[in-house]
């Protein structure tokens, strides 16, 4: 299957401060990418799907101010998370979608801690 | 709203025994179906597309696909301890996203 990464893995930054959450697809290109959120125990959470060269299309609830999506390129999108809160704390995963398909292949996921 | 449904589980089988999954959704148009597995603190992985009725066999899995009845399963023969995950159920969301299932968790036993 197609690969994709995501950096980084974890990180841990204090209440305030912005964090960027890279995503590649790494042996293919994905015009759309998707960005998930899932809190311990409970199902993934849609957030936003991301166009190369578009604007990001948000989900309902998710605050767009919050949760900047770039998605400059075939093989990178990138999440910032400004002015965190521990309340944003989660893991944090991307996913690619194949060329003429359905199909979304996963990163392995960033686990945020906002202390 | 499309919707795909799972039994949340867990569902606990013995190993060496077959685990069957089941999943419905509501979208009658939908054409392709995908069951992923997500071992926990982990990420979601795809181990399964199916886009026509009947069955698909890769190794120990098969995808079972009914259009009709608007439902999909995933059958696991000789289920082993590393089989123990939560196992998704996709169905495309109709704006090139998929939707989700909550997912069931499996458990077997040794």
């Known amino acids: 299957g197609a690969v994709v990464s995501q950096h980084p893995s974890w990180v841990i930054c204090k209440s305030g401060t912005s964090v960027k959450i890279e995503c590649r697809s790494l042996?293919?290109?994905?015009?759309?990418m998707f960005w998930y959120r899932q809190f311990p125990k409970q199902s993934l959470m849609l957030m936003a799907t991301s166009n190369e060269g578009s604007k990001a299309t948000y989900e309902q609830g998710v605050e767009k101010d919050k949760f900047l999506i770039n998605h400059a390129s075939l093989t990178l999108s990138t999440l910032t998370v400004t002015s965190a809160h521990p309340e944003d704390s989660s893991f944090y995963i991307c996913?690619?979608?194949?060329?003429?398909?359905?199909?979304?292949?996963f990163g392995p996921g960033t686990r945020l801690t906002v202390t | 709203q499309k919707e795909v449904e799972q039994n949340s589980g867990p569902l606990s089988v013995p190993e060496g025994a077959i685990a069957s999954l089941n999943c419905t959704y509501s979208?009658?148009?939908?054409?392709?179906f995908f069951w992923y597995r997500q071992y926990s603190g982990k990420s979601p992985e795809l181990i399964m597309s199916i886009y026509s009725n009947g069955d698909k066999e890769d190794g120990r899995f098969t995808a079972q696909l009914n259009k009709a009845s608007q439902y999909v399963s995933l059958l696991i023969r000789d289920s082993q301890p590393s089989d123990s995950a939560t196992y998704l159920c996709?169905?495309?969301?109709?704006?090139?996203?998929?939707?989700f299932g909550k997912g069931t968790k499996l458990s077997v036993k040794p």
């Open positions: 042996d293919f290109q994905a015009t759309t």
């Open positions: 996709a169905a495309p969301g109709g704006q090139g996203n998929l939707i």
């Open positions: 979208d009658r148009v939908s054409q392709s």
């Open positions: 996913s690619g979608r194949a060329p003429s398909s359905y199909e979304q292949y």
